[in-house]
């Protein structure tokens, strides 16, 4: 079992910053990727970036993608997602997930947070 805490979610005016955080404990080593999802009011949870536990490799959603920067601490019991340029579209809930296979699918992640709400006003 991989234990996953966020935080660091809040409101935030158009065009500002939040940094999300995602403690990590449990069975990490089964951590291969782990994620940034989120969902807002009345519509699917969607994926919004991954990172490759080993190599930092990641991936981005195409409406993150310039703004929103995933990465993970040296120790390897936090992972963050720092949000820049925000716009109303990206207010949501965001999760933090952890999955063992190298994958972008909601449905390979088999571990996930409580979430944490972002309000990105106009």
């Known amino acids: 079992q991989v234990l996953l805490a966020e935080s660091g979610g809040g409101l935030v005016q158009a065009g500002g910053s939040l940094r999300l955080s995602c403690a990590i404990s449990g069975r990490t080593f089964r951590s291969n990727t782990m994620g940034w999802f989120r969902q807002a009011p009345g519509k699917e949870r969607e994926f919004v970036a991954t990172?490759?536990?080993?190599?930092?490799?990641?991936s981005y959603a195409d409406s993150v993608k310039g703004r929103f920067t995933i990465s993970r601490d040296n120790a390897m019991n936090t992972v963050y997602l720092q949000m820049n340029s925000l716009k109303p579209e990206d207010t949501a809930v965001y999760y933090c997930?952890?999955?063992?296979?190298?994958?972008?699918?909601?449905?390979?992640?088999?571990?996930w947070g409580q979430g944490t709400q972002v309000t990105v006003s106009s």
């Open positions: 990172i490759r536990w080993s190599d930092r490799s990641t």
């Open positions: 997930a952890s999955s063992y296979y190298y994958s972008t699918r909601k449905s390979d992640f088999d571990s």
